[in-house]
């Protein structure tokens, strides 16, 4: 497969994936379970042998990009960042403490239960501007650790103006009941995008958010049609009728949400440059791309049904025996009935990764063309960058991504 153009003296360079399912699948399914052995410490390692395979197999047909990064700084950088956010929470909790709010007392009158709700919003509250600092230094260390043509990726600094953005527009949004979204989706990607370069040269994010208000149609419309089940149970006594309205409007939400995130992500990608000439295009099928989110999901969901109902009926019938024969029958059986759910969740989560995850990714890699692709050879190595704290608080507060 050629994936170079030529149009006059102006080359295009069109996207490429050529991961495969029984591959990805074998890396999941052995790194899940030497995570699991080792309780949870692998998985920094099992992180980055997935990313190495996913990010070798994205290409322009020519070239590849490549993973650089290491289990061991991600596990360092965790450790930091465990220490520091024990250190800020413990300081939270000394000021709420001081204030006369705990969350480590039992309530004894309505006034102490409302006194500890307020102490764990604020708790909450303490932690949210965290959730989003985190999220944009996982970016920066993903570009950090990123080559492709031999050239690295990176960002500049940035994280708490990115919290500080994104807790100003989720607000926006929220008190807007979610009109003013695409606003936020156009500035957050717009901050991240003007502080991201490939080398020594910067991405630009152009267009307007006006632009993005179209693609909320189908959430609107997901939301009225829950609405409407609503007042059809409560107004007219239908309920059985009304259930099956607002559930249809639930799916129908959803999938706005999917549709939105796809078209805003293409519109996105259109309006960006790197180095002023230097364009992206990305023509997505989002009707292949929802039906393969939903197909996918429906079919991670069934199996893991089957498999999580055949694993409680094994437990049942193992366990019975075990009552019988003693307590160190128990114990083998409890030690067996744990490494049977581990394995289970292992399988099912390497399924998803393999059939959520993977056609999504090649479907919008395919999808992507990159203008005046000849501009490339003109950009330079950029400087080393340490990676910030190698993903540490996203893992430390569980919001990394799958890879």
């Known amino acids: ?6 149009v006059g003296t102006k080359e295009t360079l069109e996207g490429h994936y050529a991961g495969q399912r029984k591959p990805l699948f074998n890396i999941a399914v052995v790194t899940a379970l030497l995570t699991t052995l080792t309780f949870g410490i692998y998985r920094f390692w099992a992180k980055t042998r997935l990313r ?50 705990t969350l480590f007392t039992e309530p004894q009158t309505t006034e102490q239960a409302a006194m500890q709700s307020a102490a764990l919003l604020i708790t909450v509250l303490a932690v949210l501007p965290l959730v989003f600092f985190a999220k944009y230094r996982a970016r920066r260390y993903k570009l950090a650790r990123t080559r492709w043509r031999g050239i690295r990726f990176g960002a500049e600094k940035g994280a708490w103006g990115y ?14 009941l979610g009109l003013l979204l695409p606003w936020q989706t156009f500035r957050l990607e717009r901050y991240v995008t003007d502080r991201s370069w490939y080398g020594d040269a910067p991405f630009q ?16 419309l997901g939301l009225l049609i829950m609405l409407g089940g609503g007042a059809l149970a409560a107004m007219m006594n239908l309920p059985q009728e009304g259930a099956l309205m607002a559930g249809l409007g639930y799916f129908w939400f959803i999938a706005g949400i999917v549709l939105y995130r ?30 393969t989110v939903f197909l996918g999901a429906l079919a991670v969901l069934l199996i893991s049904a089957a498999v999580y109902g055949a694993l409680g009926a094994g ?6 025996p075990a009552v019988l024969m003693g307590q160190g029958a128990i114990f083998i059986g409890v030690i067996l009935v744990i490494a049977g759910y581990l394995l289970a969740t292992a399988v099912i989560s390497s399924l998803a990764l393999v059939w959520v995850i993977q056609p999504i990714l090649h479907q919008i890699v395919d999808s992507i063309t990159v203008h005046n692709a000849d501009e490339l050879n003109f950009i330079e190595q950029r400087s ?18 799958p890879v």
């Open 315 to 320: 437990i049942f019938f193992a366990m019975m």
């Open 262 to 291: 796809v078209k805003s992500f293409a519109y996105l990608t259109n309006t960006k440059a790197l180095d002023g000439n230097i364009h992206f295009e990305a023509e997505i099928d989002t009707t292949a791309l929802v039906a």
């Open 163 to 176: 919290a500080a953005l994104a807790m100003f527009h989720w607000m926006v949004s929220i008190l807007s």
């Open 205 to 220: 994010q152009g267009g307007k958010w006006t632009a993005l208000l179209p693609m909320m149609g189908h959430i609107y």
């Open 1 to 6: 497969m050629m994936s170079v153009n030529s």
């Open 384 to 401: 080393f960058d340490e990676g910030a704290d190698a993903e540490g608080f996203a893992d430390a507060l569980d919001l990394a991504a």
């Open 52 to 101: 190495r395979y996913i990010w070798s197999s994205i290409s322009d047909g020519r070239d590849s990009l490549e993973y650089t990064g290491t289990g061991l700084e991600k596990f360092l950088g965790f450790l930091v960042a465990v220490v520091v956010l024990a250190i800020y929470l413990g300081v939270v909790q000394m000021g709420l403490y001081y204030l006369g709010l």
